[in-house]
């Protein structure tokens, strides 16, 4: 990794699961600290609970910051190879800042070697950046699905910022410049940062590349091209789905750009384990989904 991230930064993301893809053997576990949503991701169907990340999963539980410690505590009781702590929904990390703020911190109080991880759709990434600095969050995620106001008008029907509600390319402006003025700020305060994608077949299967280009001009350190899951009941849920050639094509593709992921498993956003080897089941209130 560059000289941009400290030491203490590029040891964390070598010990990442989701960023190193050498890093399988640990676990992360996610927080479903974050119920609120800013925007609505055609994608997306909140009544199912959605995962920030793009999925449309689900969670079984939603915790208050406090009881998100003493999952923690439970957890890193029972899994010795716990290193990363996310926040990814089901709504919006940055939409629920208080909570995400409060679970981290009182987490950090505990365990002050734990990384720490957010996924967000980047709508709040420059107010909340110093924060987020200062929080010791080291990871971030932002979900980019365009940069042309044009297509993110067909994946975005709304958007919802300082009270207002913003519709079609004005909505899609107003994330699009958001998002590139948060990626900005993270990599001059040293955090790394990657950016997820969800191909959309006839939407952004031929500019997500671009996407890439330019969130490399931005620093950041790699990019994960995901297949939609539309959710049921969502506007694209009779959308056609990308085909694992076609998304492979588009990975091999933007490689020559930056970095790419090719190990995700779209997770729920009360995952918790190894990638691909979760365990939460184990540890929910009741189980469900
Ligand atoms: Fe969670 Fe996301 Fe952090 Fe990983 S997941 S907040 S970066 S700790 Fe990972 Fe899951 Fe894919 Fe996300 S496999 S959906 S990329
Ligand atoms: Fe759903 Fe995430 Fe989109 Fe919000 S940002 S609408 S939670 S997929």
Redesign the pocket.
């Known amino acids: 990794m560059e000289e941009k991230w400290t030491t203490e930064v590029r040891e964390k993301t070598e010990k990442h699961p989701c960023y190193c893809d050498t890093a399988h053997k640990y676990a992360r576990m996610h927080i479903p600290v974050a119920p609120k ?5 055609n ?4 009544k199912y609970d ?7 999963g689900v969670t079984s539980e939603i915790l208050k910051p406090e009881e998100a410690l003493e999952k923690y505590k439970m957890v890193k009781e029972k899994i010795e190879n716990l290193m990363v702590v996310g926040i990814a ?4 990390a940055l ?1 629920n800042f208080q909570e995400t703020k409060r679970s981290i911190e009182l987490i950090k109080e505990y365990d002050p070697n734990v990384t720490f991880c957010l996924s ?2 980047g709508l709040m990434l420059p107010e909340y950046a110093e924060e987020i600095y200062q929080l010791g969050i080291t990871h971030i995620t932002v ?1 980019i699905n365009a940069i042309d106001p044009k297509i993110a008008a067909k994946i ?1 029907s709304k958007i919802c910022y300082e009270d207002k509600i913003y519709t079609g390319e004005e909505a899609g402006k107003l994330l699009i410049e958001k998002q590139l003025i948060g990626l900005k700020l993270m990599q001059e305060k040293g955090i790394v940062c990657k950016v997820n994608m969800v191909m959309i077949k006839g939407i952004n299967e031929n500019h997500i590349e671009k996407v890439v280009k330019k969130v490399r001009e931005l620093g950041v350190y790699m990019s994960n091209i995901m297949p939609l899951i539309p ?1 049921a009941g969502s506007k694209f849920e009779d959308m056609k789905l990308v085909s694992n050639g076609e998304l492979n094509a588009l990975r091999k593709k933007c490689s020559i750009d930056l970095k790419q992921m090719y190990h995700c498993r779209q997770c729920r956003a009360d995952a918790i384990g190894m990638l691909g080897e979760d365990v939460s089941l184990d540890f929910r209130k009741g189980g469900c989904g």
């Open positions: 949503c800013n925007i609505q991701c994608y997306c169907n909140r959605c995962l920030n990340e793009s999925r449309p929904g089901p709504g919006d939409a967000t759709n979900t975005y959710a």
